[in-house]
Structure formats: C-alpha cells, structure tokens
C-alpha cells in the first residue's frame, strides 16, 4: 500500500476546502467502524468537547477508543520511537510546528511492546518528510514510522483505523 501525504497549504488554499476534505475523512472512517458503547446506538455521533481536547493535546493522549477506531491528540518536544503498527493505519494531522519523520525502511533493534505493536530505535533506508501545520499524512499498517527530529513544539491528531 502506498504511502499518502497531503499538504494542505498547497492542495486546499481556500480553508473552507480543508474542512470540507477533514469532515468527509472523518465521515467516511466513522461510516466504516461499528462504535463501541461509549457512543448512543441511534446516532453514532460523538462530540469531544474544546476543554478536553485543550487537556489532552497539554500532555498527548488518547480522546476516545474503540473497537475499530481511536482519536488521540499527539503532543511532542523530541523525538520518539520508531512504531510499526501490525493492525492499524494511522492518519495524522499536524496542528502546530513542524518535525522531520521518517517513513518506510528497515526498522533496527525491534522489539514488540504488546501484541501487534512494535518498536524500535531507529529506521535504515526510510524516506524523510518534512511535516508542518496543515499537512496529512496517511500510514498503512505494517509501515515503519518515526519522528526523528521535532523542532519545539509539535501537536498533531492521530486517527487510527484498525482493520
């Protein structure tokens, strides 16, 4: 599967479009996932109201989580780990700052962290992206991914499809 990254400084000048583009991701990725109880069966709509995600996005962390989808608010002042996912697609839409990450490659010294989840220190061969507000970047499962570098601060949302 290849990898999709969107700027959406380039491709969506007009922010309405941008809008427009996130409404209709988050549609169809709702449309395909059964939600958990947390949400009423009649609707499926789920509001996470400002004052969470403030909360959230001071430290990152998980906004909600359910058996096929979770929304987390990604907060970061360094680098990270390398992560490779075995069953979900991570899409990823910086709010603040910019870092370089790495995707792809061959992943060194890994080890599994639970079950589907894998980590290592560092990628041999990835291809480099540099990422800023605005821009969407779409991981498959079982790619490769890391922040290598982070400069100051760095706050993104992460959509994971499990599938």
């Not at 400002?50 to 996005?57: G, R, S």
């Not at 969407?136 to 079982?142: D, N, T």
Request: net charge positive; proline share 4%; hydrophobic share 40%.
């Amino acid at each position: 599967m290849k990898l999709l990254s969107v700027s959406f400084r380039a491709r969506y000048k007009d922010p309405m479009n941008a809008k427009v583009f996130l409404v209709s991701l988050a549609a169809t990725t709702a449309s395909f996932c059964a939600v958990s109880g947390e949400v009423p069966a009649a609707t499926g709509v789920i509001l996470i109201g400002h004052e969470k995600v403030a909360t959230t996005f001071a430290q990152g962390g998980p906004l909600i989580s359910t058996n096929n989808f979770k929304v987390q608010a990604g907060h970061r002042t360094g680098p990270g780990e390398v992560e490779i996912h075995d069953q979900d697609t991570d899409i990823f839409y910086i709010q603040e700052g910019s870092a370089t990450f790495v995707t792809g490659g061959k992943a060194q010294g890994t080890k599994v962290v639970a079950p589907g989840e894998t980590r290592a220190k560092e990628i041999i061969g990835g291809e480099a992206h540099h990422l800023t507000k605005g821009d969407v970047i779409i991981i498959p499962k079982g790619v490769p991914h890391w922040f290598k570098e982070v400069d100051g601060r760095f706050d993104y949302f992460v959509v994971k499809v499990s599938k």
